[in-house]
């Protein structure tokens, strides 16, 4: 009888294996998921800056359009406007609400300065200044809790305009 021989396949051991272990991988997710966290931060917060700006840049147009209102007024001399636009020294707040007086002559009907449900609160001053009148005009984010209002962080984002118009 022939004897088979049997072979054992030979059992080969890697001393200098090279690879990750699960505790190395678990450390690098942790770092990635700390930077990826750090970004995203970035990004809300500039997010919010320009939300910020874009609410300022706003404000700063209304109380431009303010200003040209008032030069129109007083260059073209536009008649039925003396209670709602004296041209005298003293502050004013615009209309806030459709029912307000003057809304019809500011708001979107008339010169376009407010707006409906407007986020902002617009005041304006005119004062002697010589030969011209100093116009200074206040815009600053609605801080009513009902109505509309800017998104972000708005807080202290008021403008303050001033202009000389001819007398």
Do not use: C
């Not at 030979?10 to 990826?36: D, R, T």
């Not at 320009?50 to 001399?77: D, I, K, N, P, Y």
């Not at 304006?124 to 206040?138: C, K, N, R, T």
């Amino acid at each position: 009888m022939k004897q088979e021989a049997t072979m054992k396949k030979p059992i080969i051991h890697f001393s200098n294996q090279k690879g990750e272990s699960l505790v190395e991988v678990l450390v690098a997710l942790g770092i990635l998921l700390a930077i990826l966290v750090g970004v995203l931060q970035l990004f809300t917060m500039a997010l919010f800056s320009f939300h910020g700006t874009s609410a300022q840049s706003e404000m700063m147009r209304r109380a431009e359009a303010v200003v040209e209102v008032v030069r129109l007024v007083r260059s073209s001399g536009i008649s039925g406007t003396s209670g709602i636009l004296p041209l005298a020294a003293g502050t004013r707040q615009l209309p806030v609400a459709s029912t307000d007086t003057g809304y019809g002559f500011w708001g979107p009907a008339g010169f376009g300065v407010i707006e409906h449900e407007a986020k902002y609160r617009v005041s304006y001053a005119i004062s002697d200044g010589g030969a011209d009148w100093v116009v200074s005009v206040f815009v600053e984010p609605n801080s009513a809790s009902t109505g509309a209002k800017y998104l972000g962080s708005v807080g202290g984002k008021a403008v303050r305009y001033a202009a000389r118009v001819p007398k």
